[in-house]
């Protein structure tokens, strides 16, 4: 920070009563920064620490292009729209983005299932529609469309559909995200066999 003006930002700092000193682990690195209490997750990983895979779509956490996953390690994170959650909330969090799910020696079998089926056009939905498939795959319980709500329904199309609504695709690839997906659900978790 010199002259009171954040590095990237066209705005100047209002004062050091209004910025933060967290730390947390994004894609298994350790990072330790000073951040505006406003600015959300997505700013502080696009902006401050150049990852370009989240995208900012809305803004307005209605298209999922920022979705990434964050808890307190990289196994736990759950889906969150980074354009809504504020960095400073996150102290001490783990997250993870499209640029740590996999290395292009060695992809998350979600990529490999998503390049397989052809389940991306203009690329620009694809990193939120990954990290928003790997969150939703370890997330149990019912759905808004599941019959019994006491249950924990097997991961049918319909059930993959309405858990990944949140993720808008204006290329129209849904059918093959929908199938790259289904393609990757372990047989127990679909009812189709152990």
Known sequence: MSNGWWPGYGVPV???GYATDITMTVNGEPCAVRVDNRMSVLDLLRERLGLTGPKKGCDHGQCGACTVLIGTGLADGRRVNACLA???AHDGASIQTIEGL???DDLHPLQR???RHDAFQCGYCTPGQLCSAVGMLSEPGP????ADLAADPPLTLGEIRERMSGNL???GAYVNIVEAIAAEVPKSATGTGT
């Not at 759905?143 to 599941?146: D, G, K, L, V």
């Open 14 to 16: 209002m004062d050091s």
């Open 169 to 171: 695709c204006r290329c």
């Open 102 to 104: 996999g290395k292009p």
């Open 86 to 88: 504020l960095a400073v």
């Open 113 to 115: 299932s998503f390049l």
């Open 143 to 146: 759905s808004a469309i599941t």
